[in-house]
C-alpha cells in the first residue's frame, strides 16, 4: 500500500469511509505524536494529519464517520485525544478515561467507543464506553468474561464487538474469543477460540459481517503472518483466511466499512 512517514511499532488506527488515520507510535527512539492519513480506496504513503496532544504508543483508537479518538497511553496515562478526520490539523483534549490504561484495544458504534482491556497497570477485563461526537470523561460500561491485558484484539459491527486474546491476571496467553452488545450495558460472553494459541499484539478490523485479524504475537514470542476470520453472526472460532506478506505485531489495523460507519 506504502509508507507511513516513521517506521513505528504499536500506533493506533481508525478511520472514515474516506481516509485512515494512524496516530503516535514508537521508532527506535522516543515515542512520537505524529498524525498520519491515507486516502483508503488508492494507495500511497501517509501525508503528515497533524500531531497528538502528547506522544502516545500502545494506545487503541476508534471513530465514527466524522471524528476519531485515541484511547489511553503506555505512560499509564488517561488521556484521550480527537481529531476530526476530514480536516486536517492537530488532535484535542476529549476528556478522561476511568482507569489510565495501556496495550488496550477499541470498538465502535456509529454512537460509542469502547476502550477495553489492557493494562491498568495489571491486566485488565474492565469496559469503558464515551460518546464519540460530544467531550468528556469515559463511564463505566461493563466486564469482559475473561482479563485480557497486553494487547488484545478487538473490531465491531454497529451492534456487536469481538474481542480476543490477551493474556491473564498471571500472564498466560490465551486464544479465547468474546462477543460484546455494545448497546446493553453489562458483561460480555464467551464466543469461540482462534486457530492459533496466545495471539496478542496484532491487528483487527471488520465489515459488517467479519472480522479479520492479521498476524501478531503467539506463545514463545513468536511471530505470524496467519490472517483469521471470524464471522459476527455465529458463535464458533476464528478460522484460516490466508497469510500477511510477512510475520507482523505490535499494530494495529482499520476499514472503511467498521462498526463505528454504521457496518
Do not use: W
Not at 490477551?166 to 496467553?173: A, E, I, L, V, W
Not at 486464544?175 to 460480555?188: A, D, H, P, V, Y
Amino acid at each position: 500500500f506504502g509508507d507511513m512517514q516513521n517506521a513505528v511499532y504499536a500506533p493506533s488506527a481508525c478511520a472514515s469511509e474516506t481516509r485512515g488515520i494512524i496516530a503516535g507510535g514508537k521508532p527506535s527512539g522516543s515515542t512520537i505524536d505524529v498524525i498520519d492519513y491515507v486516502t483508503l480506496a488508492s494507495e500511497g504513503d501517509g501525508i503528515d494529519f497533524g500531531n497528538l496532544t502528547v506522544a502516545m504508543v500502545h494506545n487503541a483508537a476508534c471513530s465514527s464517520s466524522t471524528r476519531g479518538v485515541t484511547l489511553g497511553n503506555y505512560a499509564q496515562d488517561n488521556v484521550m485525544n480527537y481529531v476530526e478526520i476530514a480536516t486536517l490539523g492537530n488532535a484535542l483534549d476529549f476528556g478522561d478515561l476511568v482507569l489510565g490504561r495501556h496495550t488496550n484495544t477499541a470498538a465502535s458504534s456509529p454512537v460509542h467507543g469502547f476502550c477495553i482491556g489492557g493494562n491498568t497497570p495489571s491486566n485488565d477485563s474492565s469496559v469503558e464506553r464515551i460518546t464519540i461526537s460530544t467531550t468528556g470523561s469515559a463511564i463505566k460500561f461493563g466486564d469482559l468474561s475473561e482479563i485480557r491485558g497486553s494487547t488484545p484484539g478487538g473490531a465491531s459491527n454497529s451492534v456487536s464487538a469481538i474481542i480476543y486474546g490477551g493474556r491473564t491476571r498471571n500472564s498466560t496467553p490465551i486464544n479465547t474469543i468474546e462477543k460484546m452488545n455494545m448497546s446493553t450495558q453489562g458483561s460480555s460472553r464467551s464466543f469461540g477460540e482462534l486457530s492459533q494459541l496466545g495471539n496478542q499484539v496484532n491487528g483487527a478490523t471488520s465489515s459488517p459481517t467479519k472480522v479479520i485479524t492479521m498476524g501478531g504475537l503467539l506463545v514463545g514470542s513468536t511471530y505470524t503472518n496467519v490472517i483469521n476470520i471470524i464471522t459476527i453472526s455465529s458463535s464458533g472460532g476464528g478460522e484460516d483466511f490466508g497469510d500477511l506478506t510477512q510475520p507482523n505485531a505490535y499494530h494495529y489495523s482499520t476499514s472503511d466499512s467498521h462498526g463505528g460507519l454504521g457496518g
